[in-house]
C-alpha cells in the first residue's frame, strides 16, 4: 500500500521538525549531563510547540525547587501571626479574622517557646457552645519544626507523606526564625496562587466608617500620604508603622494610642518585635 503524500511533512517544515525530533531523542539518548542541557531540551520543545510555556515554567520550578533551602522563601519571624497561650478568644480571634489565615503557631511566653498549631477551622466550637468551656490547648496540633538549611524538595516530599501544611523554621542557634507552608513551596513551582483573601490581603488602607479606618502598619508611607492627602515624610521610614512606633518612644502594646497630626493611632496587633495592625481615627 503506497503512502499518501498529503500525511508526509513537506519542504522546510518537515526538515525542521524531524531535526528538532532527532536533536531531542539524540539528547535524551546520551542522558543531559546538567540541569542546562536538560532545560536547553526542554526549551527547544516549547519553542516547537511540543510543550507550552506554562509547562516550561512549571518544569523550571520544580528544578529550582531541589537546589533552594526553606531559608529563601520563608515568612520571616517579625511578619508571623501567632497567638499567645494564655490569650482569650476575645485576644486573638480579631488578628486571626483579619489575617485571613488557617493555621497559626501558638507560643508560650517566649516567641521561641512553641505549644503547637492552632487551625482557624479548630475554633467553629465557639459558635455553638460558647467561651465557658473553651481550652485552646485542647484543639492544639503538633508543630513540625524544621532546620533553616532544609532543602525545598525534601520538604515538599515530607507534607505530602506526613500529610501536614505547616512548618516552623528554626536557626542554628534553635530560636524560630520563621515558618514555611506548602503553598509557598508550590507557589515556587507553579507561580503566585491567588485566592479569595488575597485582594484583602493587598489592600493595606481599608475604612470603616466615616471617620475611621483599618491598616496595616506596612503601608508605604507614600501609599498612605495620598490617600489621606497628608505630608509625612518618608526619609527616615518606610512605612507608617515606623512613624507611629517612634511616636510612641517604645514597642506599643494593643490598644495603645498616640495622636499624630489631625489622625489617632489605636494598635490592634503588635508583638515585642513590631507593630502589625493599626486603626486610624480622624480627630476633629
Known amino acids: 500500500m503506497s503512502e499518501d503524500p498529503s500525511s508526509r511533512p513537506s519542504g522546510s517544515e518537515g526538515k525542521t521538525s ?3 525530533w532527532e536533536k531531542m531523542f539524540n539528547g ?8 542546562e542541557e536538560l532545560l536547553d531540551i526542554i526549551k ?10 506554562e509547562a516550561l515554567t512549571i518544569i523550571e520550578g520544580a528544578l529550582d525547587v531541589a537546589n533552594q533551602q526553606v531559608r529563601e522563601i520563608m515568612i520571616p519571624r517579625s511578619q508571623m501571626v501567632s497567638v499567645k497561650e494564655n490569650e482569650t478568644p476575645q485576644e486573638f480571634l480579631p488578628k486571626i479574622i483579619e489575617s485571613g489565615h488557617s493555621r497559626f503557631p501558638v507560643v508560650g511566653e517566649s516567641n521561641d517557646d512553641i505549644k503547637g498549631i492552632l487551625l482557624a477551622k479548630d475554633l467553629l466550637p465557639l459558635l455553638l457552645q460558647g ?3 473553651f481550652k485552646l490547648e485542647e484543639i492544639l496540633r503538633p508543630a513540625n519544626i524544621i532546620p533553616e538549611s532544609k532543602r525545598l524538595n525534601v520538604l515538599l516530599k515530607e507534607f505530602r507523606e506526613m500529610r501536614y501544611h505547616m512548618a516552623l523554621v528554626i536557626d542554628e542557634y534553635g530560636g ?4 514555611v507552608t506548602i503553598e509557598d513551596i508550590l507557589e515556587e513551582i507553579v507561580g503566585e496562587i491567588e485566592d479569595e483573601t488575597d485582594e484583602d490581603n493587598e489592600d493595606f488602607i481599608r475604612q470603616v466608617s466615616d471617620n475611621d479606618y483599618i491598616l496595616k502598619a506596612l503601608t508605604p508611607i507614600e501609599d498612605f500620604n495620598e490617600h489621606f492627602s497628608t505630608e ?12 507611629v512606633t517612634q511616636a510612641f518612644g517604645h514597642m506599643p502594646s494593643r ?8 489622625f489617632r493611632f489605636r494598635v490592634l496587633y503588635s508583638d515585642s518585635r513590631q507593630v502589625h ?5 480622624k480627630l476633629g
Open 255 to 262: 490598644n495603645e494610642k498616640v495622636d499624630i497630626g489631625a
Open 277 to 281: 495592625l493599626l486603626r486610624l481615627s
Open 44 to 53: 527547544g520543545a516549547a519553542n516547537n510547540k511540543v510543550v507550552d510555556q
Open 176 to 179: 524560630i526564625s520563621g515558618l
Open 28 to 35: 535524551f539518548a546520551t542522558e543531559p549531563k546538567s540541569r
Open 131 to 133: 467561651q465557658d468551656d
Open 18 to 20: 524531524r531535526s528538532w
Open 232 to 243: 509625612f515624610s518618608d526619609e527616615e521610614f518606610d512605612t507608617i508603622g515606623g512613624i
